[in-house]
């Protein structure tokens, strides 16, 4: 059975890892994501790809960030590219809910647009 947990050492937790980021990484962007990656810095023989998430609270309340972050989380955790060996570094965009006025359409783009930059990257 394959490994789905989402330790901490999956997690870009620091302020540092996320500017580290956004300084001359590849750039991934759609209409309801950007995501900065690179390389890992963490060098061990079982390096695997960290990723973080930024929600703005132009998107919503608390709930539905946190939301947002958990379903993106959760497809991650049962992805591929976590043996890549990439840092990730995913931005929700604010439109997301001033385009769609429907809880659900919103979650629809979500993951359309999360499960294009999984099969990207």
Sequence with gaps: MADNSYDKSYRLLSAQDFSYLRKNSKRFKSKWLMAYYKPTRIRLPESHSRIGFSVTKKVGNAVLRNRYKRIMRDMFRNSTLKEK?????????????????NKDDQEKCLKDSFSHLLKTL
């Design 85 to 101: 060996g990439l840092d990730i570094l995913v931005i929700v965009s604010p439109y997301i809910t001033k385009n769609n006025s």
